[in-house]
């Protein structure tokens, strides 16, 4: 008997696969479906914080009177954050009462300003856990990686203060040292770390001669971004998990995944391109794979081919093409 029960962050999950924050899981009938298919946990759309901020500017700025009263400004701004919160803790609820799965609420974080503090009402709405996602433009020249490294800090540490369930950080890849950043969120009792962040990307339009969103689904290829770091840290840095997201389109990847030390993998933009069976397509090649290999369990497996337990783990630490390359560069010259 396949056994594919997992732990994460403390939780107990029927199957390693969770469906990460998109529009996927921002409605109670999505989210429900998603259960029937066999996720494991999902994580609801993301709150923003910069869009809360925008829909008030703007509705501030329609209007020249607003502007002349700040007591106005501040009207709006408590409204449309008010209104904001009130819709998602409402969906937390409702989807508590909906299924029995993990339901992991989500933020989108830019700062570490006292709206956190909502945190505690995510907590008491039900929300087994938060996953925090935080991303911050590096754009002024002269302030040191250290600086901007300690806005994630700040936003955790904002956020831990406030709940008792657990706490999960969606790291980007863009950080002079992933190890040491993971090292000090572990030390400050993150009990997770998401890799990686997929992020609003830009691109031009040279026909047109204007800015663009470059594509917004991922790609198959993408695992590559990640897989390193998964199976380098849930080796590195003990006692947090490691959910992998990004690029994972098929039971392969997911199985690639595993194997590096991940105790969860997030699906999204391959439900978008597939439809909500893709969640059961996966589960069941995981399934067969493991009775080909003989495992049992999921335990048996994940984390035997992360850095320390895998035969050559330089390959996790190999940068260069090296010899692959110029045989490669070889073949086309001739």
Not at 6 to 17: A, R
Not at 139 to 159: H, I, P, T, W
Not at 161 to 188: C, S
Not at 292 to 314: Q, T
Request: proline share 2%.
């Amino acid at each position: 008997m396949i056994n594919l029960e997992t732990t994460y962050m403390g939780l107990t999950l029927k199957n390693p696969i969770v469906v990460s924050s998109s529009g996927l899981t921002n409605s109670v009938r999505k989210i429900k479906i998603l259960e029937e298919k066999g996720a494991g946990a999902v994580v609801l759309k993301s709150l923003f914080e910069e869009q809360i901020t925008n829909e008030a500017s703007h509705l501030i700025s329609s209007d020249p009177k607003n502007t002349a009263y700040p007591e106005a400004e501040d009207y709006i701004i408590n409204y449309v954050k008010g209104n904001s919160i009130s819709n998602y803790l409402e969906l937390i609820r409702e989807a508590k009462k909906a299924v029995s799965i993990p339901v992991i609420a989500s933020i989108n974080c830019v700062s570490a300003k006292d709206w956190t503090s909502f945190a505690k009402e995510i907590e008491k709405a039900g929300a087994d856990a938060i996953e925090l996602n935080v991303f911050i433009v590096p754009n002024d020249r002269n302030k040191s990686s250290e600086a901007y490294e300690k806005l994630y800090y700040d936003v955790f540490s904002a956020v831990k203060k406030q709940v008792n369930i657990p706490i999960a950080m969606k790291l980007g890849i863009y950080f002079t040292n992933v190890m040491a950043v993971a090292n000090r969120l572990n030390a400050d009792g993150a009990d997770a770390l998401v890799l990686f962040n997929r992020f609003y990307e830009p691109d031009i339009d040279i026909d047109k001669m204007e800015m663009t969103s470059a594509d917004v689904l991922s790609s198959p290829s993408d695992i590559r971004k990640s897989l390193r770091f998964v199976g380098m840290l849930s080796d590195k840095i003990r006692g947090i998990d490691i959910s992998a997201s990004t690029g994972i389109h098929d039971g392969k990847a997911a199985i690639k995944q595993l194997l590096a030390g991940a105790k969860t993998v997030q699906l999204c933009s391959t439900i978008y391109e597939n439809g909500f069976d893709r969640v059961s397509d996966i589960l069941t090649d995981i399934a067969k794979w493991m009775e080909e290999k003989e495992f049992k369990s999921v335990a048996e497996f994940r984390g035997k081919l992360s850095y320390g337990r895998g035969e050559d783990s330089a390959m996790y630490e190999r940068a260069q093409f090296m010899k692959y390359f110029s045989n490669t560069k070889k073949e086309v010259l001739q």
